[in-house]
């Protein structure tokens, strides 16, 4: 089956911009989790959606906002974009919520911001 | 926090020899999970093991958890080149449904 499915690969923004990324889940995966990985603070979670209600949520600040769709499609957006956005931005997959679920993660999403 | 920090950061070995990694953590957990990423790229699952659980096997892969030392480790024996990654613990809090990931351990596997 498909794996999970991130786009754009990679982008190019500058600062004050805002930019939207798309995960595609695992079918018949109905939570979607994204994280912001950067070579200084490692993976930082960011938030976690099942059945298109945000259930968890990292401490980003509120420019940091996702939504989940009824197809388990997953965005999530970032606005006022500042230089340390750039980072990898990794959307993974569970069958459910918890962390007895293992996570599928897709190839990520770099980003980055001049 | 409950973020595990994996120790060593930065390990290099021989193809062949056995690489130890161990992470810790700071709160109880239910479950305690290993992650490999190669460069840049997304992570990948292998292996999962329950707080009352003490060891589990997975091919070349053995993990321990100790839950009173809030530590596990993962060892990789019989290394190949292909191992060398980064690796990463996760862990969940008990109440908490997220997965909180460790800072990661670069592991380099030479030829």
């Known amino acids: 089956k498909a794996g999970v499915t991130q786009t754009p690969r990679y982008l190019i923004k500058t600062r004050g911009q805002q930019v939207t990324l798309s995960c595609s889940p695992i079918?018949?995966?109905?939570?979607v989790s994204w994280y912001q990985q950067t070579p200084g603070q490692g993976l930082q979670f960011l938030f976690e959606y099942f059945s298109e209600t945000q259930r968890n949520k990292g401490n980003f600040p509120g420019r940091f906002s996702g939504r989940q769709f009824s197809n388990s499609r997953s965005e999530m957006n970032v606005s006022t974009l500042e230089l340390g956005d750039s980072a990898l931005y990794l959307c993974?997959?569970?069958?459910?919520?918890?962390?007895?679920?293992?996570?599928?993660f897709g190839a990520g999403s770099r980003l980055t911001v001049l | 926090s409950q973020q595990g920090e994996e120790d060593p950061q930065a390990l290099s070995i021989q193809e062949g020899e056995n690489a130890t990694m161990n992470c810790s953590y700071k709160?109880?957990?239910?479950?305690l999970q290993w992650y490999r990423q190669n460069s840049g790229r997304g992570l990948v699952h292998l292996i999962l093991i329950r707080s009352n659980e003490r060891e589990k096997h997975s091919g070349r892969l053995r993990v321990t958890l100790d839950t009173s030392k809030k530590s596990s480790s993962l060892l990789i024996t019989a290394s190949r080149a292909a191992d060398t990654a980064s690796y990463f613990c996760?862990?969940?809090?008990?109440?908490?449904?997220?997965?909180?990931f460790g800072k990661g351990m670069k592991l380099t596997v030479n030829p």
């Open positions: 079918s018949g995966h109905r939570s």
């Open positions: 996760a862990t969940d809090g008990r109440g908490s449904e997220k997965l909180v």
């Open positions: 709160t109880s957990i239910n479950n």
């Open positions: 993974a997959s569970s069958l459910a919520l918890g962390g007895a679920n293992v996570l599928t």
